[in-house]
């Protein structure tokens, strides 16, 4: 789980549903090669780097990778604890997705990179947190895949859960020993925080 505060990036375990926004930023046709990520540096989730810069909230901050759109969207299905895969980011997404629906701590705690665990499994804990996450997930019945980038080692899909209206989340996982697992560790990264801004209130569309 990850939940992205515009604040700050935080390192949470939960995705966060941002029911009140539309998002219409995917460009209409995918592509192949490299994507651009393109945002206002006022809608961004970490200004501070940016306006160091010498750049101001007007302006925008833009970054491309390697990657590219899913149209239609991907559409993963829950999947039986003893069916779950991690060969690839998409089937690990679909075991993340289902671990969050069952509300099996170990089993969450578990889709997530070793250097993750302790601080998921401390999240958890928290009573509040464990019933915010549980709502979330209780009435999403589907998880889609909107595109991927590569950033460094990391593979980042941009998911949908429940109806396709809602906001895209930023999903980054890594490959471990055991298959892909989820990972926090680009809360505090810049470019990470463009993609997360671009596909809420910017722009993703295949670069040219």
């Known amino acids: 789980m990850l939940y992205r505060s515009y604040a700050r990036l935080v390192a949470v375990i939960f995705v966060a549903l941002v029911s009140a926004i539309t998002v219409d930023a995917f460009a209409q046709t995918s ?3 490299k994507l ?3 945002v206002q540096i006022g809608d961004r989730g970490m200004k501070t780097d940016a306006i160091s810069k010498g750049k101001t909230l007007t302006d925008y901050s833009e ?3 390697p990657g590219s759109l899913i149209k239609p969207p991907l559409k993963l299905a829950p999947v039986a604890k003893a069916n779950a895969k991690f060969d690839t980011p ?4 679909a075991a993340d997705f289902t671990a969050e629906k069952s509300d099996d701590a170990d089993w969450i705690v578990s889709m997530f990179a070793p250097g993750d665990r302790a601080n ?3 999240m958890l804990a928290d009573r509040a947190m464990r019933e915010r996450n549980r709502g979330i997930f209780a009435h999403k019945d589907a998880r889609y895949v909107r595109g991927q980038a590569n950033y460094k080692n990391y593979v980042l899909l941009f998911i949908v859960d429940g109806n396709l209206d809602n906001a895209a989340n ?3 996982f890594v490959k ?3 298959g892909f697992r989820r990972t926090n560790a680009l809360s505090a990264d810049d470019t990470f925080d463009i993609v997360w801004s671009a596909l809420r209130l910017g722009e993703v569309k295949p670069a040219k």
């Open 36 to 38: 651009l990520f393109r």
């Open 176 to 178: 471990t020993p055991d």
């Open 170 to 172: 930023v999903l980054a």
């Open 31 to 33: 592509g192949g090669g």
């Open 90 to 93: 998409v089937n690990a997404a």
């Open 120 to 122: 998921v499994k401390s």
């Open 63 to 65: 970054v491309t990778l």
